[in-house]
């Protein structure tokens, strides 16, 4: 499998690291996926990716758009389609907190990790974000080098 675990007994399947890098994260929310069965099963090869996607809304519901869960090979006829829109399960209160960040504040909603959690079940980590300008990716380039210089210095002397 080409998961690993996370400190917190959750496997981690895809990580959009890019979405750090691009945009300023705001507040943190865990929501449920409706899969069907292959594409879980999929899931647990560890193979797909949401480096592409995003979250959109669909009927006062949210959606993520795009991600990329592949065709499970052992299935035949009922497989899924691997980029199709899949619908996100939360409370509604979050979903509407969610869209009156969207609407109101002019933000977008990203995903950040796709993962199992303690149960087993597909959860999907998303965050309210606002976007980067360059010299603010400029800024976290620069932050990111510094510490990476910092910790070869104290490796070095200590």
């Known amino acids: 499998m080409a998961t690993k675990k996370n400190e917190s ?13 691009d ?11 409706a899969l069907t069965g292959t594409e879980v099963k999929a899931l647990r090869h560890g193979q797909s990716s949401i480096a592409e996607s995003y979250v959109a809304v669909a009927d006062n519901q949210l959606e993520l ?5 592949p065709i499970y090979e052992a299935a035949n006829r009922q497989n899924h389609h691997p980029t ?10 979050e979903i509407d907190r969610l869209l ?7 933000k977008t909603i990203m995903p950040l990790k796709l993962y199992f959690n303690a149960r087993g079940k597909v959860k999907l980590e998303i965050a309210i974000a ?6 603010d990716k400029r800024a976290t380039n620069k932050d990111r080098d510094w510490k990476r210089d910092q910790g070869r210095l104290m490796r070095d002397r200590g």
Request: aromatic share 6%; proline share 0%.
């Open 23 to 33: 945009y300023h994260l705001d507040d943190v929310f865990e929501a449920g996926i």
């Open 65 to 69: 758009v795009n991600a990329n869960i």
């Open 9 to 21: 007994g959750r496997k981690i399947i895809a990580d959009n690291r890019r979405a750090r890098f």
């Open 100 to 106: 009156m960040a969207i609407q109101r504040q002019g």
């Open 84 to 93: 199709r829109s899949r619908r996100l399960l939360m409370h509604r209160r």
């Open 130 to 135: 606002t976007g980067k300008k360059l010299h």
